[in-house]
């Protein structure tokens, strides 16, 4: 089989909106391991959590947080220490936005116009974020522990939400939707992270770039899946799957969340070994 590197959006993709669990997807999960293809997970998730479910999933590969804001690479994974990454514990941290602190400035700078229309994670307890997100405790509160930018909930209009997206953006900050939240931070994207660490991927093992393949169900997956050589859009129970505008292979899952998941995957993987 080429050669092959899985970029892919945890909640709604490869975890079950509803339940977050990722049980239709552990055999797949289970072969790919075997066969040495890496997983890569790619979400809006922070540092806290997505070690917490790497660890569950015995994944010991790179990963890329808050929405491409940073990438973290496992000491050792590579024979050289990464091009402009910082070492920070066990991981190599190449970082693409400022704190979290620098956007909490920024979103604290406008909300006098927009009161009592949202709430964001720093203003949460505990409680608020399981009452918003289904989560467990522990995970709630690796939930907040945010690095490089902030999560907010919405509760006004449509015509506010865009009139406070554009006020972000005239201030700085890179907005994306996601299926629950409204993520603010830098100028970062899953796309920029992908392409950084598959590039990476090809300067340390010599010749082409892994194949990547891309997975997501949300508009702040785009990015990512417009640049990955393959991409495979989830369906979502709760939204329209976002559009590309990508001339490359594209699949749509027919199931939603981990079902569709290992649908996909096993369809493009199908596609490559016959070719």
Same mark, same amino acid.
Request: hydrophobic share 40%.
């Given at each position: ?9 945890l909640?709604?993709? $490869? ?16 072969? $790919? ?8 997970p ?10 917490s ?7 010991n590969?790179?990963?890329? *947080? ?20 910082? $070492?920070?514990?066990?991981? #190599? ?31 949460? *307890? ?8 289904? !989560?467990?405790?522990?995970k709630a ?6 690095e ?5 909930? #919405?509760?006004? *209009? ?17 907005? !994306? ?7 603010v *931070?830098?100028?970062?994207s899953?796309?920029r992270?992908? !392409? #950084? ?9 010599g ?13 702040n ?10 991409? !495979? ?7 329209l799957?976002?559009?590309l ?31």
């Amino acid at each position: 089989m080429t050669q092959v590197a899985i970029y892919t959006d945890l909640d709604g993709s $490869l975890l079950d909106h509803y339940s977050y669990s990722h049980a239709a997807a552990d055999l797949l999960l289970k072969e $790919l391991k075997e066969a040495a293809i890496p997983v890569i997970p790619v979400s809006s998730k922070t540092r806290a959590e997505i070690l917490s479910l790497r660890e569950e999933l015995g994944n010991n590969h790179p990963f890329i *947080s808050e929405n491409g804001a940073a990438v973290f690479i496992p000491l050792n994974y590579f024979t050289e220490p990464p091009d402009g990454a910082e $070492l920070n514990g066990d991981y #190599w941290v190449k970082s693409f936005s400022f704190p979290r602190d620098h956007w909490l400035k920024k979103i604290e700078a406008i909300s006098n116009e927009f009161v009592k229309q949202f709430t964001h994670f720093s203003q949460l *307890s505990t409680q608020d974020i399981i009452s918003l997100t289904g !989560l467990e405790a522990e995970k709630a509160q690796q939930a907040a522990q945010r690095e490089f930018g902030e999560p907010v909930h #919405w509760c006004g *209009s449509e015509e506010e939400k865009e009139k406070f997206i554009t006020m972000l953006q005239q201030n700085g900050a890179h907005v !994306l939707v996601g299926g629950r939240f409204i993520h603010v *931070s830098g100028d970062c994207s899953k796309g920029r992270a992908l !392409l #950084w660490l598959n590039k990476l991927y090809q300067n340390q093992v010599g010749g082409k770039s892994p194949l990547s393949i891309a997975i997501g169900d949300s508009q702040n997956d785009v990015a990512m899946l417009e640049v990955a050589d393959y991409s !495979l859009v989830i369906r979502s129970p709760t939204h329209l799957p976002p559009k590309l505008i990508r001339s490359g292979p594209s699949l749509t899952s027919s199931a939603f969340g981990p079902v569709g998941w290992d649908e996909g995957v096993r369809e493009i993987l199908d596609l490559l070994n016959r070719q």
